[in-house]
């Protein structure tokens, strides 16, 4: 891929801010079912083992295990983005301090931080989130990029998305 000028430059700095908006952005408008499931699943148990423990009048196994599994199971649900930025800062600090550099060209996206550096045609990018301090940029490959709108060193947002929109359409019609 042939790069020209860049149109539009930005970094993130993949700290915890950044991981909390993703696991936010997942968890309550992308892939809220399966929370939702686990929630309810989780009072499901609670109320059956209750019903078993009151209905007996004495504490089963059955009971106790319903309510046991109940309570961690809408715990874990209730409590996964924390869980979630939790391990996604652990993976990170392995490697130390993650700082991505986005370049955008008329062709594609160029990012590059300490550990590699890839150059990204429009074709293959997916939708693009705005929630308003970040743009997320999924790929067609599942990959996502988180993008800090206050940092953004050349152009602004709100002229970055209006161009990603027309580039992706553009080289959708284009395949």
């Known amino acids: 891929m042939q790069l020209n000028d860049i149109l539009f430059e930005a970094t993130t700095t993949y ?7 993703l696991t936010r952005l997942m968890l309550r408008k992308l ?3 399966p929370r939702i499931l686990l929630i309810c699943l989780g009072i499901l148990m ?15 196994i059955r009971a106790s295990l319903l309510l046991l599994s109940g ?3 809408t715990l874990f649900s209730i409590m996964a983005e924390h869980f979630l930025v939790r391990m996604l800062m652990a993976e990170n600090s392995k490697y130390g301090k993650l700082i991505n550099l986005y370049q955008f060209h008329y062709e594609g996206m160029t990012f ?15 939708p693009v989130f705005d929630n308003g301090a970040y743009l997320f940029l ?9 993008l800090r709108k206050s940092e953004m060193r050349k152009g602004t947002a ?9 580039r992706i359409t553009s080289a959708e019609k284009e395949a």
């Open 15 to 21: 700290d915890e801010a950044a991981y909390r908006a």
């Open 138 to 146: 999924f790929m067609k490959n599942r990959q996502a990029f988180i």
């Open 71 to 73: 309570n961690f199971i």
């Open 112 to 126: 590059s931080n300490n550990h590699t550096k890839a150059c990204i045609p429009y074709s293959e990018f997916g």
């Open 46 to 60: 609670l109320v059956t083992g209750g019903w078993l423990f009151f209905a007996d009048g004495r504490l089963s």
């Open 31 to 33: 892939r809220k079912m």
């Open 158 to 166: 709100v002229e970055l998305c209006s161009f990603l929109e027309k």
